[in-house]
């Protein structure tokens, strides 16, 4: 069982910035496939940008340019820095993560992006 905690969202007007950071509860050093995924009411959750097995980087298409991904393993901390946010980039994002073939996620956290 790993636990994931997201931090860091909050409200911020367009144009802005925030940091999302994300800690597990074991160590991620051997953890490939990894990142973060947004949703917002009556839509499927989506993906915002992750590490893949593959060892690359996968970012969603509105997001590519703006936000990045970066991982710190010594503090099990997965990152995403989220630039020029914009008032559709308003979500719950999620960390996740995944062990052979088991999904975990985060309880969430709530960025809003409004004037």
């Known amino acids: 069982q790993v636990q994931l905690v997201e931090s860091g969202g909050g409200l911020v007007q367009p144009g802005g910035s925030l940091r999302l950071s994300c800690a597990a509860s074991?160590?991620?050093?051997?953890?490939?496939?990894m990142g973060w995924y947004r949703q917002v009411p009556g839509k499927q959750r989506e993906l915002v940008a992750a590490?893949?097995?593959?060892?690359?980087?996968n970012y969603g298409d509105s997001v590519k340019g703006r936000f990045t991904i970066s991982r710190d393993n010594a503090k099990n901390t997965v990152y995403l820095q989220m630039n020029s946010l914009q008032p559709e980039d308003t979500a719950v994002y999620y960390c996740?993560?995944?062990?052979?073939?088991?999904?975990?996620w985060g309880q969430g956290t709530q960025v809003t992006v409004s004037s």
């Open positions: 590490f893949t097995s593959g060892g690359w980087t």
């Open positions: 996740h993560l995944r062990i052979f073939t088991v999904d975990f």
């Open positions: 074991r160590s991620i050093s051997s953890i490939n496939v």
